[in-house]
């Protein structure tokens, strides 16, 4: 089992950055990769970006490549997602989601590390809230 919890999510004005934390916890021995998520209300649940445990491989959602970073700090088993030049549109709760490493690699594939059916394990979320 992993417990994630995800923080630093807040309101911030367009334009402004957030950084997001995901601390993992439990069996963190057997992560593969931790991919963000975000859905804003009324709205299905879209990939954000995600990161290959082992060998720091990144992902992105067209919508925030070039303003988002996702990092992961492997000793501390917590990854981030520094989000700059914030829009409006990127107002959403933010989650975290743990693929292990006893499941099947997704290898390079954008599309298989963009799919929540790709992970096992998830937070709550964190609010994100940008204001125009």
């Known amino acids: 089992q992993v417990q994630l919890v995800e923080s630093g999510g807040g309101l911030v004005q367009a334009g402004g950055s957030l950084r997001l934390s995901c601390a993992a916890s439990?069996?963190?021995?057997?992560?593969?990769?931790m991919g963000w998520f975000r859905q804003a209300p009324g709205k299905e649940r879209e990939f954000v970006a995600a990161?290959?445990?082992?060998?720091?491989?990144?992902y992105y959602a067209d919508s925030v490549k070039g303003r988002f970073i996702i990092s992961r700090d492997n000793a501390k088993n917590t990854g981030y997602l520094q989000m700059n030049s914030l829009k409006p549109e990127d107002t959403a709760i933010y989650y975290c989601a743990i693929r292990q490493t006893s499941s099947v690699s997704l290898g390079s594939s954008w599309y298989l590390w963009s799919k929540g059916r790709s992970y096992e394990y998830w937070g709550r979320g964190t609010q994100v809230t940008v204001s125009s």
């Open positions: 439990g069996r963190t021995f057997s992560v593969y990769g």
């Open positions: 990161i290959s445990w082992s060998g720091g491989s990144t």
